[in-house]
C-alpha cells in the first residue's frame, strides 16, 4: 500500500516541469550535489568536533557547553540544507530514491543520528555539567558519541549506496 | 609523453585495479570512504577557515584551534589521496583524459601553496594576534583562499563523477 503510494507519488513528480527541467538541464544535477556534499562536510566536521569532546578526546581545553554551542547549530543549519538539496535529487530521479530500500535505511539512521544529537545537547543547556556529573553520564556520553560517529558515517555511506542498488 | 601513458596502462592492467574494476562492491565502498575522507578534510578545514576569517570561534585562540582541528585534516587528507588513487587506478587512461580531474589537482595544489605560506609567515607573527576575534588581513586572505579551493575540490570532484558516469 506505502509502496503503491509512493510509486504513483513518483510517477507523478517525475512528469512535473521543475523534475524536466532537472533532467534536462545538465549541470543541474552536479551542482545540487556539490551543495549536498558541502552540507555534509559540514556536518561531519561539526559532529566530529562536538563527539570528540564528547569522548574527551579534542577541544579539552574549551567547556563541553561551548563545544556544543559552537558545533550542534551548524548540524541543524546544514541538516536543512541536506533536506532542501536532498528534495531538489528526489525530484529528478524520483523513483531512484523513494522506492530505494538504501534510501529508506538512510533516512531512518538519519532520524537516529539527529535523536541522538538532542539527547546529548539539550541536557547541556540547563545544566553545562550535566555529562561529568556522575560516572555513569559519563559513560552514557561516550556511549552516545560512539554511536553518533558510527551513525552518520553509516548515512553517508547509505546515500553514496543509493546510486548502486537497483530499484526494480 | 609515452612514458605516462605506458605507466597509466600499466596502471590499468595491475591485479588490484582490475579487481576494483570489476567487482561490484569494491569500486562504491572506495567511493564511500573517499567521499567520508573528503568530507572530513573539508569539514576541519572550514573550523580552521572560519577562524581566520573571524566569523567562527572567535573566543578561542588561532593556535589552539590549528592544533585541534589539523591532526584530523591531515588524517582525513591521507586517507582522502589513498582511496582517491585506487578509484583513479581502475581505470587510470580514462580519468588522465579528463579536465576537471586536472582542475582538482590545481586546487589542492593551489590549497596547499596557500597553507605554506601562511604557516611561513604565521610562525613568529601568530603569538601577537592569534587570541584577537578578528585576525590580521593575511590571516583572513589564506583563510578565505583556502574554504574557496576546498569548495572547488569538492565541486570539481563531483563533475569527475558525473563526467565519468556517462561514459560509455
Redesign the interface.
Known amino acids: 500500500m506505502m509502496r503503491e503510494t509512493l510509486a504513483a507519488f513518483s510517477a507523478w513528480l517525475e512528469l512535473t516541469p521543475f523534475s524536466r527541467t532537472l533532467q534536462t538541464v545538465e549541470w543541474a544535477i552536479p551542482a545540487v550535489q556539490t551543495v549536498h556534499i558541502l552540507a555534509i562536510a559540514a556536518v561531519m566536521g561539526s559532529m566530529l568536533l562536538f563527539n570528540l569532546r564528547l569522548l574527551g578526546l579534542r577541544g579539552t581545553d574549551v567547556p563541553l557547553a561551548r563545544v556544543s554551542k559552537r558545533f550542534v547549530p551548524v548540524i541543524w543549519g546544514s541538516v536543512l540544507v541536506l533536506l532542501a538539496s536532498g528534495a531538489v535529487m528526489i525530484a529528478a530521479e524520483p523513483a531512484r530514491s523513494l522506492l530505494n530500500p538504501v534510501f529508506q535505511l538512510k533516512m531512518a539512521l538519519l532520524l537516529t543520528a539527529l535523536a541522538l544529537t538532542t539527547a546529548a545537547e539539550r541536557p547541556l543547556r540547563r545544566r553545562p555539567g550535566y555529562w561529568s556529573d556522575t560516572v555513569v553520564r559519563g559513560r552514557v556520553a561516550r556511549l552516545f558519541a560512539t554511536l553518533s560517529i558510527g551513525l552518520w558515517v553509516a548515512i553517508l555511506c547509505a546515500g553514496r549506496w543509493i546510486a548502486y542498488v537497483a530499484v526494480h | 609523453m609515452l612514458h605516462v601513458r605506458g605507466w597509466l596502462d600499466w596502471l590499468y592492467a595491475t591485479g588490484w585495479a582490475s579487481a576494483i574494476r570489476e567487482n561490484e562492491y569494491a569500486f562504491?565502498?572506495i567511493?564511500?570512504v573517499h567521499?567520508?575522507a573528503?568530507?572530513?578534510?573539508?569539514?576541519?578545514i572550514?573550523?580552521v577557515d572560519l577562524r581566520l576569517l573571524g566569523l567562527?570561534?572567535r573566543?578561542?585562540p588561532v593556535g589552539?584551534v590549528l592544533r585541534?582541528?589539523l591532526p584530523?585534516t591531515w588524517a582525513a587528507f591521507g586517507l582522502a589521496a589513498t582511496s582517491g588513487f585506487l578509484l583513479f587506478a581502475s581505470n587510470a587512461p580514462a580519468y588522465a583524459r579528463n579536465p576537471f580531474l586536472l582542475v582538482k589537482f590545481g586546487l589542492i595544489l593551489l590549497a596547499g601553496l596557500n597553507m605554506v605560506v601562511f604557516h611561513w609567515w604565521a610562525r613568529h607573527s601568530l603569538q601577537q594576534w592569534e587570541a584577537s576575534p578578528l585576525p590580521p588581513l593575511r590571516a583572513k586572505l589564506a583563510g578565505a583562499v583556502s574554504l574557496l579551493c576546498w569548495?572547488g575540490v569538492?565541486?570539481a570532484g563531483?563533475?569527475i563523477g558525473?563526467t565519468m558516469m556517462s561514459r560509455p
Not at chain 2, 38 to 44: A, E
Request: net charge neutral; hydrophobic share 55%.
Open positions: 562504491p565502498w567511493e564511500c567521499v567520508l573528503i568530507t572530513l578534510v573539508v569539514g576541519s572550514s573550523i567562527a570561534s573566543d578561542r589552539r585541534d582541528v584530523i569548495i569538492v565541486a563531483r563533475w558525473f
